[in-house]
């Protein structure tokens, strides 16, 4: 059973960090693409960073480079979005997703609440 289960958001301060974690089981984690995603109340779910398979490859949404950082570990089959200096914005459910080839799966979320 392919399951993907985010953890690690919460309510945080403008200014304050979050470490999301994404824990992956019951297919080969280590192929897949892995991405972040987000979606605001009343927005459309929007890419938010990318890593590739083996680590070699990453890339960021403009708006959260130099504050966010993605990074996996195969052995753990999971994924970390790093969130630093957080803003109001920043606010959204999170969701863990990964690709290979034509197989896709998404987590469930994780909510984000960025105070001012």
């Known amino acids: 059973q392919v399951q993907l289960v985010e953890s690690g958001g919460g309510l945080v301060q403008s200014g304050g960090s979050l470490r999301l974690s994404c824990a992956a089981s019951?297919?080969?984690?280590?192929?897949?693409?892995m991405s972040w995603y987000r979606q605001a109340p009343g927005k459309e779910r929007e890419l938010v960073a990318f890593?590739?398979?083996?680590?070699?490859?990453?890339s960021y949404v403009e708006s959260v480079k130099g504050r966010f950082t993605i990074s996996r570990d195969n052995a753990k089959n999971t994924v970390y979005l790093q969130m630093n200096n957080l803003k109001p914005e920043d606010t959204a459910v999170y969701y863990c997703?990964?690709?290979?080839?034509?197989?896709?799966?998404w987590g469930q979320g994780t909510q984000v609440t960025v105070s001012s």
């Open positions: 019951g297919f080969a984690f280590s192929n897949y693409g």
């Open positions: 997703y990964a690709r290979w080839s034509r197989y896709d799966y």
């Open positions: 890593i590739s398979s083996t680590s070699g490859s990453t």
